[in-house]
Structures are given as C-alpha cells and as structure tokens.
C-alpha cells in the first residue's frame, strides 16, 4: 500500500523558516517522481516543488524560486521541502504526491495536481505577518 505521510508544519512569523517531511513507503522510491503541492482557502491546488528519485533534477514554480528547496534522501525514503523567507502568501495546506510519471524538469506540466496518483493527507502552514 503506497502511503505519504507529511510532517514539519506549523505557525511561523513572515521572514522565518520551515522544514517539511514526506515519508514514503509501499512503492520503489527511486523510480518515482515526488512533489509538493499547496492549497490555500478558496484556491485550486498548485504544484510547489517536484523531484525525480532517480537522478535529482527539480522544478521550483516561479512564486517559490530562490526561497523554497526540494531534496531527497532515497536512503530514507522521504523527500523534504527547506522553506525559507516565508510570506503570509504562503499559508496553505502543503501537501506531497507521488507518481511514476515522464518526469522534465523543465517542464512545469510535469508539476501540476492532475498528474499525481498518490497523495499525503497534508500539513498545515501558517505564515503570520
């Protein structure tokens, strides 16, 4: 069964920082794309930050390009998401998602909610001003 379980949100200040976790199991790691994705109220979900397990290449959408980083350690099987110099814009349930998906970094398609099977319940993040 394949299961994403996020962890690592919370209340910070506009300015501050937050680690999230995605923990991963049921499902080869490495042959899977993993990605970030935000839903703030009233909003559709966007893609965040997405990774490709076996070789590392990553998209960052433009809104967080320069202030949030997507790693992975495929030792441990989870994926996390650095978010640094948050603003109130992004509050927002942050969600993890897996696929075995054709995965270009270059392309931001390869980002979107529609191509993602498999999803965590989500974490909330609150950025107060």
């Known amino acids: 069964e394949v299961q994403l379980v996020e962890s690592g949100g919370g209340l910070v200040q506009a300015g501050g920082s937050l680690r999230l976790s995605c923990a991963a199991s049921?499902?080869?790691?490495?042959?899977?794309?993993i990605g970030w994705f935000r839903q703030a109220p009233g909003k559709e979900r966007e893609g965040v930050s997405c990774?490709?397990?076996?070789?590392?290449?990553?998209y960052s959408s433009d809104s967080v390009k320069g202030r949030f980083t997507i790693s992975s350690d495929n030792a441990k099987n989870t994926v996390y998401l650095q978010m640094n110099s948050l603003k109130p814009e992004d509050t927002a349930v942050y969600f993890c998602?897996?696929?075995?998906?054709?995965?270009?970094?270059?392309?931001?398609?390869?980002?979107?909610?529609?191509?993602?099977?498999?999803w965590g319940q989500g974490t909330q993040v609150t950025v107060s001003s």
């Open positions: 990774i490709s397990s076996s070789d590392g290449k990553t």
């Open positions: 049921g499902f080869n790691f490495d042959d899977y794309v």
């Open positions: 998602a897996a696929d075995a998906l054709q995965f270009d970094y270059r392309d931001p398609t390869r980002c979107t909610p529609n191509e993602y099977d498999y």
